[in-house]
């Protein structure tokens, strides 16, 4: 099986991922029992192959995360060539494109729609509402560095949701420095604005600050996990550090 969640919405991405939910359960499958192996990113997709067509060692099926496919040619046309294959796996696949070209996404739809599954692409690319709380918006403000505006985003944040959702504003951010990062360290600057088709601006961070920043939201999620931490509370600490 395979979904695919389009789009930078945090309403319309958490209820996609309520629907997938609902739909497994509709099918008699525990989520609880799915293996879950390594994310397959668009730099180690041809592990994907693996996947496809095995369960575990013991018979378990696994769900299967995709991170960012869509975002590079060689990434994106494999994952168009072995859509029907992971459409009619036993194995959950769920694709992640938060940033993705519109142009890519619609193919999946429409590939997927050929295939009977069109109620597998979600789209939450929905325009931000004013009163809407959106972690991308603040991921945005990090990579502008735009420190006070961030700053003042999270206290709206964190008045909202508490502590409730920092997984989830640790993810968005931690998408968007995975951008910069893959971006700015491969000299592929110009692609980047191109494929994300915005406008270039200056590089607001240093080589250095960006594995840096890098490798502190990485243990910020395992500090954090291990509750070690207050993940609110560091992301917090992070915005006021840029």
């Given at each position: ?209 960006i594995k840096s920043f890098a490798r502190e939201l990485s243990l910020m999620a395992m500090r954090a996990n291990n509750g070690e931490i207050n993940l609110m509370r560091s ?8």
């Amino acid at each position: 099986m395979f979904f695919i969640i389009y789009g930078t919405s945090f309403k319309e991405r958490k209820l996609a991922k309520e629907k997938i939910a609902s739909f497994l359960s509709k099918k008699g499958i525990e989520e609880e029992a799915l293996l879950i192996p390594p994310k397959i990113s668009k730099d180690n997709f041809t592990l994907l192959e693996s996947y496809i067509g095995n369960t575990s060692l013991f018979g378990e099926k696994m769900k299967v995360y995709l991170d960012d496919l869509l975002g590079r040619e060689d990434s994106r046309e494999y994952l168009y060539k072995k859509l029907k294959d992971l459409v009619e796996s036993e194995n959950i696949f769920i694709a992640d494109e938060p940033f993705a070209l519109p142009a890519s996404f619609q193919k999946i739809s429409r590939d997927l729609a050929k295939l009977g599954a069109e109620k597998n692409a979600f789209d939450a690319s929905s325009q931000k509402k004013e009163k809407d709380i959106e972690p991308f918006f603040l991921a945005e403000l990090i990579e502008k560095r735009d420190k006070r505006s961030a700053w003042q985003e999270w206290k709206k944040i964190y008045l909202e949701w508490g502590d409730d959702e920092a997984q989830a504003l640790h993810g968005a951010i931690w998408w968007k420095w995975k951008m910069i990062y893959s971006a700015f360290l491969d000299g592929d600057r110009k692609n980047y604005y191109k494929l994300y088709r915005l406008v270039e601006r200056e590089i607001n961070y240093s080589e250095e600050e960006i594995k840096s920043f890098a490798r502190e939201l990485s243990l910020m999620a395992m500090r954090a996990n291990n509750g070690e931490i207050n993940l609110m509370r560091s992301l917090e600490k992070f915005i006021l550090s840029i």
